[in-house]
């Protein structure tokens, strides 16, 4: 089984609904993110998580918001979607040392389009 | 403030030569420096990383990279390609500096290793 896992992994709506995407992990990680990935730019951070009770905006997290449900869970919600938040999105976890030398692990990715 | 140049969008290099995918970076502080791999439809992979010691690391698959803090690079290489590391690749930077838990990736290149 995935130690990071996403759903769905593919979504097709159109502009203005409401979309969901969730992760979980088994990695028992404390440290949670959301990205997106265009092409040519490489991974954006849209919001991380350090615990349960911290949240915390990235560089592009307008039009975007998070719910950390349990250290397990992280979820990514676009309340309006619009075209230009057609991407593929990733989640990833890292240990929760501060000055942590750790790699992040990620899932498989989530690929939306907005029609 | 942080930034990840990878000058190269593709990569081409026939199977069993040696192959070099160039990272370029700017922290205000000391880095960690991180490899990472994406195969289709997949998540990003670590493959290696650079924290201190050794200019010279070595990580998963045979690949290996050089720390070198005048140039501030920190270029991916192999001794011989594989047609099966075809693959797109991401340098990543975390400045511990300011709490090194924001990771910059570089916008990606896609290295072809033709038969």
């Known amino acids: 089984d995935a130690d990071v896992t996403q759903t769905p992994r593919n979504r097709i709506t159109k502009t203005g609904k409401r979309i969901m995407l969730e992760c979980s992990q088994t990695?028992?990680?404390?440290?949670m993110y959301w990205y997106r990935q265009d092409p040519g730019l490489g991974l954006r951070l849209i919001y991380y998580s350090f615990d349960v009770k911290d949240i915390n905006k990235g560089e592009i997290s307008d039009g975007y918001s998070v719910s950390r449900q349990a250290q397990a869970k992280f979820s990514l919600s676009l309340e309006s979607a619009i075209p230009n938040q057609t991407a593929l999105y990733f989640c990833?976890?890292?240990?929760?040392?501060?000055?942590?030398?750790?790699?992040?692990?990620f899932g498989d990715g989530t690929r939306l389009s907005i029609l | 403030a942080q930034s990840v140049a990878q000058p190269e969008d593709q990569v081409n290099v026939a199977e069993g030569n040696p192959l070099t995918v160039k990272c370029t970076y700017s922290v205000s502080g000391n880095p960690y420096l991180f490899w990472y791999v994406q195969y289709p439809n997949r998540g990003l992979q670590f493959l290696l990383k650079y924290i201190t010691g050794d200019n010279l690391v070595k990580g998963s698959y045979g690949f290996e990279a050089e720390f070198n803090k005048s140039q501030t690079s920190f270029h991916l290489k192999k001794p011989s390609a594989l047609v099966s590391d075809s693959a797109l690749y991401f340098c990543?930077?975390?400045?511990?500096?300011?709490?090194?838990?924001?990771?910059?990736f570089g916008a990606g290149t896609r290295l072809f290793v033709k038969a």
């Open positions: 990695k028992g990680h404390d440290r």
């Open positions: 990543a930077v975390r400045d511990i500096a300011t709490g090194g838990f924001k990771t910059i």
């Open positions: 990833a976890t890292s240990p929760g040392d501060s000055n942590s030398n750790q790699p992040q692990h």
